[in-house]
Nanobody, 119 residues
Framework: QVQLVESGGGSVQAGGSLSLTCVAP????????MGWYRQGPGKQRELVAS???????NFASSVKGRLAISADAAKKTVYLLMNSLKAEDTAVYYC?????????????WGQGTQVTVSS
């Protein structure tokens, strides 16, 4: 059974930092691009950071320069380091493959981890 387990969220003040972790035991990073997505209140889920299987990173313009994505293939873990957080970064953060996983014909997402930034 595929699992995506995100953790590390919390409440911080604007300007603060958080480090998110995603454990994906069944995902082989050699063959899958990975991403961190987020869904803010009343908003659609969006891809904010990506890491290709060859190690290339990319970021949404709204977070560029403030977020870093990395992975430890041996630990089957993807990380998202978030600096200089803003109130608009408040969202539930999810990791997933790019494109997202489809299990039994349905999109699969983990439970996500809540990030709340107060101004």
């Amino acid at each position: 059974q595929v699992q995506l387990v995100e953790s590390g969220g919390g409440s911080v003040q604007a300007g603060g930092s958080l480090s998110l972790t995603c454990v994906a035991p069944q995902i082989d990073f050699r063959f899958n691009d990975m991403g961190w997505y987020r869904q803010g209140p009343g908003k659609q889920r969006e891809l904010v950071a990506s890491l290709t299987s060859s190690g290339i990173t990319n970021f949404a313009s709204s977070v560029k320069g403030r977020l870093a994505i990395s992975a430890d293939a041996a630990k089957k873990t993807v990380y998202l380091l978030m600096n200089s957080l803003k109130a608009e970064d408040t969202a539930v953060y999810y990791c997933n493959t790019i494109p997202g996983l489809i299990i039994n014909g349905r999109p699969y997402w983990g439970q996500g981890t809540q990030v709340t930034v107060s101004s």
